[in-house]
């Protein structure tokens, strides 16, 4: 978690370096307003498009992890249903299934705490 924090800060502090490094060349560039202007327009286009492409790959990625945690999620699923299937089985055939059902209904249909 804090490995996240440090790669977060060292991302912002990058990210405001870099901005302040591109103010600072366009007051100190040496041409005129046109090109100065026809440039921040080139840049702010060159950004938006990264900025979009980051947003789609990062869409793909999550919709990635999703389905891997859907698929994890129904295959422990899966087996935790044939676990228990195969208990009941287990419990049926040695008769314990029969015992529990009748001692339910003679304590009133409420399951007993502590078996």
Same mark, same amino acid.
């Given at each position: 978690?804090?490995?996240?924090? &440090?790669?977060?800060?060292? %991302?912002?502090?990058?990210?405001?370096? /870099?901005? /302040?490094? *591109? @103010?600072?060349?366009?007051? =100190?560039? !040496? +041409?005129?307003?046109? +090109?100065?202007?026809?440039?921040? #327009?080139?840049?702010?286009?060159? =950004?938006? $498009?990264?900025?979009?492409?980051?947003?789609? &790959?990062?869409?793909?990625?999550?919709?990635?992890? /999703? *389905?891997? @945690? #859907?698929?994890?999620?129904?295959?422990? #699923?899966?087996?935790?249903?044939? $676990?228990?299937?195969? +208990? &009941? $089985?287990?419990?049926?055939?040695? *008769? +314990?299934? %029969?015992?529990?059902? /009748?001692? %339910?209904?003679?304590?009133?249909? #409420? !399951?007993? %705490? *502590?078996?």
């Amino acid at each position: 978690m804090e490995n996240n924090h &440090r790669r977060g800060s060292a %991302t912002v502090a990058f990210l405001v370096g /870099a901005v /302040a490094g *591109g @103010i600072a060349a366009l007051l =100190l560039a !040496p +041409q005129s307003g046109a +090109q100065t202007r026809s440039r921040l #327009k080139r840049g702010a286009r060159d =950004l938006r $498009e990264k900025g979009a492409n980051l947003a789609h &790959r990062g869409e793909e990625r999550v919709e990635t992890v /999703a *389905g891997a @945690i #859907k698929d994890a999620v129904s295959d422990a #699923k899966h087996t935790y249903r044939s $676990e228990l299937d195969k +208990q &009941r $089985e287990v419990r049926a055939a040695s *008769g +314990q299934e %029969t015992r529990r059902s /009748a001692e %339910t209904e003679m304590a009133g249909n #409420k !399951p007993r %705490t *502590g078996l």
